[in-house]
């Protein structure tokens, strides 16, 4: 096996609280549970000989690979064809339905021969809380017991298990054409007892209920656009980053995936962001997905309030980010017996940023409460009338911003270099008092409506006065400078310029010369603006994608189909994303990355519009 296959050589699979990451090679290198943000069992990617893994694969060294998804689910493939057969490695797990949060998780892995004879291999070495906390194994025949302090793990097989050093196990099978052969690995608490054992044909009714419930969700899309596979495949990937219990998505699945290889842009990503939660509403909206898009705004609703009438009165109204379960605490700690991928160090834990300053996410919180009205996905829309509690919330939100807005802070991009008076941090405080004065008017909500619309206006006037670089003949980065920022491809999105404005046209123009590269676009040019880090970065897929938006809503179609369907050439072989582009094309960061998948489908409908339009005779190429 590898010791570090590329970040885009992995598929998902996940059971809508915890996620797995499975190479093309049948290896299990990334698993943390019973959580996303809990620490990890198989971490092999971040350090292939002590962070532990679990292979089934092909016993052929001449083997080919290739994996792909059952259609409309998140139930991986990986086949392997050799010169004595074909053989086929199924993962998935079982999504519980219940929406409470568990300590049991199961990950089922099902082998089969196709044709002639194949003989697979598996090894089993996991290794709890980052291979931090040692384990004992017990063999009883087909079924290995891991035990930590604070973990269990059950590998259950319909075929010998053998031990592998002192807490390892593994095991062969050959099958011949029509053969199968399964395994599954459960997780629970320390003094959890072993799943009963899981016939041939409990198996099979597992793997079809989970069929099931994946194309019956997607199913219920409303998206009749021209990107039906790669927009379902989008949808998917989220929903298998929402963690159900609570309806709150995570940016991405894994942590410490290096920006640059070698590289110290290595982040834990983990956890729910304000921003990218709140965005991720208007494209599960546009997609039909009411019931997720309700479950965020009801989170996003309970971390408004409880900082406005709880004991954190008078701190900031929100932070940027929580765990999961709305949890604020997020320690960032450094995994220094971790080698990092492929030598990427530091591998961090938990995410200093959260202390950060970033006046931005008040304008994307109330974009999200705002966005159940005129929907135009068909069916039913979120309420948007707030309650009693939430709207007091709201309002002593936008009452702080009141007297926030005008300082400098660490922007979108989670700079550590220093704060800055960043433009888009203002554009979207001008969002938050112009969805704020809407709520207020259409609900008849009490306000000081005339703070707010003082705010909302005076910010407009200083973006377009201290945010206008004559020299660029752009809206920049922040005051005084001449940096160009990918952000601010959302303010035809948000409303503070209508997208034929001369001076929105006039940034876009300096975007697409200044930060766009063969279609792929950089979110800002470190070099210009230092951010505290060593290193460069590549392409951001996020704000590839928003570029293709922003073309489509200038007007710019033929450009904007040119950019997406390149863009989407740069997907893995299963349809996911990373982060960024490397410089070589190869996929970098966190993966799959929440982020770049709703940005995709934003750019999708955008587009899809724009072209339906323009084929209706009602806009220009």
């Known amino acids: 096996m590898k010791r570090y296959p590329l970040i885009a050589d992995h598929g998902i699979v996940g059971d809508l609280q915890t996620v797995a990451l499975v190479s093309d090679q049948g290896v299990v290198d990334w698993f943390a549970a019973p959580r996303f943000d809990s620490p990890g069992i198989f971490s092999a990617l971040l350090d292939h000989d002590r962070g532990g893994y679990f292979r089934m694969s092909l016993d052929h060294p001449g083997a080919t690979v290739k994996q792909l998804y059952y259609p409309d689910t998140a139930i991986l493939v990986t086949r392997f064809m050799c010169p004595?057969?074909?053989?086929?490695?199924?993962?998935?797990?079982?999504?519980?339905?219940?929406?409470?949060?568990?300590?049991?998780?199961?990950?089922?892995?099902?082998?089969?021969?196709?044709?002639?004879?194949?003989?697979?291999?598996?090894?089993?070495?996991?290794?709890?809380?980052?291979?931090?906390?040692?384990?004992?194994?017990?063999?009883?025949?087909?079924?290995?017991?891991?035990?930590?302090?604070?973990?269990?793990?059950?590998?259950?097989?319909?075929?010998?298990?053998?031990?592998?050093?002192?807490?390892?196990?593994?095991?062969?099978?050959?099958?011949?054409?029509?053969?199968?052969?399964?395994?599954?690995?459960?997780?629970?608490?320390?003094?959890?007892?072993?799943?009963?054992?899981?016939?041939?044909?409990?198996?099979?009714?597992?793997?079809?209920?989970?069929?099931?419930?994946?194309?019956?969700?997607?199913?219920?899309?409303?998206?009749?656009?021209?990107?039906?596979?790669?927009?379902?495949?989008?949808?998917?990937?989220?929903?298998?980053?929402?963690?159900?219990?609570?309806?709150?998505?995570?940016?991405?699945?894994?942590?410490?995936?290096?920006?640059?290889?070698?590289?110290?842009?290595?982040?834990?990503?983990?956890?729910?962001?304000?921003?990218?939660?709140?965005?991720?509403?208007?494209?599960?909206?546009?997609?039909?997905?009411?019931?997720?898009?309700?479950?965020?705004?009801?989170?996003?609703?309970?971390?408004?309030?409880?900082?406005?009438?709880?004991?954190?009165?008078?701190?900031?109204?929100?932070?940027?980010?929580?765990?999961?379960?709305?949890?604020?605490?997020?320690?960032?700690?450094?995994?220094?017996?971790?080698?990092?991928?492929?030598?990427?160090?530091?591998?961090?834990?938990?995410?200093?940023?959260?202390?950060?300053?970033?006046?931005?996410?008040?304008?994307?919180?109330?974009?999200?409460?705002?966005?159940?009205?005129?929907s135009s996905a068909p069916g039913p829309a979120i309420d948007a009338q707030p309650t009693y509690r939430g709207w007091q919330a709201i309002s002593s939100m936008l009452d702080w911003l009141c007297d926030s807005w005008d300082s400098e802070d660490e922007g979108i991009w989670e700079t550590r270099g220093g704060r800055q008076d960043f433009t888009y941090s203002r554009v979207m405080s001008w969002a938050a008092f112009d969805r704020g004065l809407r709520l207020a008017s259409e609900f008849s909500r009490p306000a000081d409506r005339e703070q707010w619309r003082q705010a909302r206006d005076a910010i407009f006037e200083q973006v377009m006065t201290r945010g206008w670089s004559q020299r660029r003949r752009a809206l920049v980065q922040h005051y005084g400078g001449d940096v160009l920022d990918a952000a601010l491809l959302l303010i035809p999105r948000v409303g503070l310029l209508s997208p034929s404005d001369p001076a929105w046209l006039s940034t876009l123009d300096a975007i697409d010369s200044g930060l766009v590269s063969d279609s792929l676009v950089y979110r800002y040019d470190p070099e210009a603006s230092p951010d505290g880090l060593r290193g460069a970065e590549g392409t951001f897929s996020l704000c590839t994608f928003l570029h293709v938006d922003a073309l489509a809503r200038a007007g710019r179609t033929r450009q904007a189909r040119f950019s997406f369907e390149k863009m989407l050439t740069y997907a893995n072989h299963v349809g996911l994303f990373a982060e960024e582009i490397g410089p070589s094309g190869e996929q970098l960061g966190n993966f799959p990355q929440a982020f770049t998948h709703l940005s995709l489908i934003m750019a999708a409908t955008t587009l899809d519009d724009a072209l339906d339009r323009m084929r209706g005779g009602q806009g220009q190429p």
């Open 84 to 374: 004595d057969g074909v053989g086929e490695l199924m993962d998935w797990m079982p999504p519980d339905l219940t929406g409470r949060a568990s300590r049991k998780h199961t990950l089922m892995r099902v082998v089969r021969c196709m044709r002639g004879t194949v003989r697979f291999n598996l090894e089993c070495r996991p290794r709890f809380n980052f291979g931090r906390a040692r384990h004992e194994l017990t063999l009883d025949g087909q079924l290995a017991t891991f035990r930590s302090a604070a973990d269990s793990g059950f590998l259950q097989t319909d075929f010998a298990l053998e031990r592998d050093g002192e807490f390892d196990v593994r095991g062969s099978i050959t099958l011949t054409s029509g053969g199968r052969a399964g395994a599954a690995f459960t997780v629970g608490g320390r003094d959890a007892s072993p799943p009963s054992p899981a016939n041939a044909e409990k198996i099979e009714s597992q793997l079809w209920d989970t069929v099931g419930f994946w194309q019956d969700w997607v199913r219920t899309a409303h998206y009749r656009g021209r990107w039906p596979d790669m927009v379902h495949r989008s949808a998917i990937t989220l929903k298998l980053l929402t963690y159900l219990p609570t309806g709150a998505p995570i940016a991405a699945a894994t942590l410490g995936l290096p920006e640059l290889v070698g590289g110290e842009r290595n982040w834990d990503y983990r956890y729910t962001w304000i921003r990218d939660g709140s965005l991720s509403v208007r494209a599960l909206l546009d997609l039909g997905f009411v019931e997720e898009a309700a479950a965020f705004t009801n989170w996003l609703t309970e971390r408004v309030t409880e900082r406005a009438t709880g004991p954190a009165s008078g701190t900031q109204p929100l932070q940027i980010m929580y765990r999961v379960d709305g949890d604020p605490w997020l320690p960032e700690e450094i995994l220094d017996h971790f080698e990092g991928y492929r030598g990427s160090a530091p591998v961090r834990v938990g995410n200093a940023a959260v202390n950060q300053v970033q006046l931005d996410i008040y304008g994307e919180a109330l974009y999200a409460l705002t966005q159940g009205r005129g």
